[in-house]
């Protein structure tokens, strides 16, 4: 296995110094998948002040009640290097009371949560799996080592780490673990809502995401009872062959790993069962459910804590996912002046994953959501003007000829509107001589 060489240096120092020293967890499981790891983690022998006294100034205390210390290697990055433990009671279901040190990688690795993570090797290359992580891997197989009950009772966030590992890395859970999750998950109560944002955030983004969602709807029940009136939801419309929850799902599986744009395929058809009505002939219609979906996203985000910034772009593209932009020159420009460019292409790619996520038959938008994507890369290489700061005057040009206070950005908003709607070209003197004509002569 190709460990960096500063890593190699760490496991040295501490077998020079008669202790047992591995690579664990994680590392392990990426290296074998041909992943490039985030981290090198280091287990071994060594008690806490035993590390501390191998490394001297490069050691720094970090978690010594749990064995972890963190040691600085040659490129002044922290490599955490921990003590065999067994651990004590988990009485908040996310962290163990005690630990107690133990000199056995056998009893340390049983601790672990999934085989996939209880895989430890050293220096020699020398691989220690007691319980078959390997061959799971292989298998692409999700198991607990042990009881996955008492895994799951122990850390409640292992079933949504569970869960995005399925997601990111591909595997199945083994029956077992399958249903201990679903038998857990009210314990997921007691996690603070920030790591659940975290693990929820890598889940939405794996390549398996859709498929563990469709698998678990009430495990994120459990943080967002919202989306549970999405499951099964028949839509009766002739647009759509899948129910609510199904058609976010392959919407969202539709649009590129990338947060904004999968939280925001999840959650964008969220509004439409407490807006739903039929008509006359038995079809169903969802009428202003882009605006309860925003009010609920927004909400549901709240609660989990996330930046306001990552918010209000989510709930943005959720507010505008169901507007016809027509595909013209004015509206694209139009919709830059209210989106910016980022959001404008970002929404687009929404609105072609809402799209393949409904009938087949209608999936014919697809050309016309390419011809606004062309019209758009036009107007941006072709000195686009939609925002104040790219007009070709300025507020001080308009100081000068005497416009003051609420008419001076009157008469600049008019002026974009002029250049955006094509009537004017952005240049000074057109545009000066613009504020000559009523309604502001």
């Known amino acids: 296995m190709d460990m960096p060489e500063s890593v190699k240096k760490i496991l040295t120092a501490l077998e020079t110094a008669g202790y047992e020293a591995w690579c664990v967890g994680g590392c392990v499981r990426d290296a074998l998948l041909n992943r490039a790891p985030e981290d090198w983690d280091v287990t071994t022998s060594a008690l806490p002040e035993e590390t501390m006294a191998v490394f001297g ?27 065999y433990r067994v651990d004590g009671a988990y009485l908040d279901h996310r962290r163990p009371e005690s630990v107690t040190f133990t000199r056995s990688i056998d009893e340390d690795l049983a601790r672990r949560d999934f085989t996939i993570n209880a895989m430890a090797v050293n220096l020699r290359g020398e691989f220690r799996d007691p319980f078959n992580g390997r061959d799971d891997l292989q298998k692409k197989v999700l198991r607990c080592v042990g009881d996955p009950d008492k895994r799951f009772q122990e850390d409640a966030l292992r079933i949504l780490r569970g869960m995005r590992f399925a997601a990111v890395l591909d595997l199945e859970e083994d029956h077992d673990t399958d249903a201990a999750m679903d038998r857990n998950r009210d314990l997921l109560k007691e996690i603070a809502p920030e790591r659940i944002q975290v693990e929820l955030t890598k889940l939405l983004c794996g390549t398996n995401a859709g498929w563990v969602l469709e698998n678990h709807p009430t495990i994120l029940g459990v943080f967002w009872p919202e989306i549970l009136p999405m499951v099964g939801f028949d839509q009766r419309n002739h647009h759509h062959c899948y129910d609510v929850w199904q058609h976010s799902l392959k919407a969202m599986m539709s649009t590129p790993a990338t947060p904004e744009l999968r939280y925001a395929a999840l959650l964008h058809d969220i509004g439409k069962p407490p807006t739903f009505t039929q008509d006359a002939n038995g079809v169903g219609h969802f009428y202003g459910h882009a605006n309860v979906s925003v009010e609920l996203a927004d909400a549901m985000l709240q609660r989990l804590k996330y930046p306001t910034a990552f918010r209000e772009r989510v709930t943005r593209l959720i507010a505008w996912h169901d507007r016809s932009i027509p595909r013209t020159d004015k509206s694209i420009r139009r919709a830059l002046q209210a989106l910016g460019e980022q959001d404008l292409r970002l929404l687009l790619t929404l609105k072609r994953a809402d799209n393949l996520a409904q009938a087949p038959a209608y999936h014919t938008r697809q050309q016309e959501l390419t011809e606004a994507e062309q019209i758009l890369t036009t107007i941006l290489t072709t000195a686009p003007c939609f925002t104040l700061k790219h007009l070709a005057v300025t507020g001080h040009d308009l100081l000068h000829l005497g416009y003051t206070g609420p008419a001076l950005g009157q008469a600049l908003n008019h002026l974009l509107d002029l250049v955006i709607d094509g009537e004017v070209p952005n240049e000074r003197g057109a545009l000066l001589a613009c504020l000559r004509r009523p309604p502001f002569s």
């Open 57 to 83: 100034e490069r050691a720094l205390p970090t978690g010594l009640k749990h064995g972890t210390v963190s040691v600085r290697d040659e490129n002044g990055k922290l490599v955490e290097v921990t003590t």
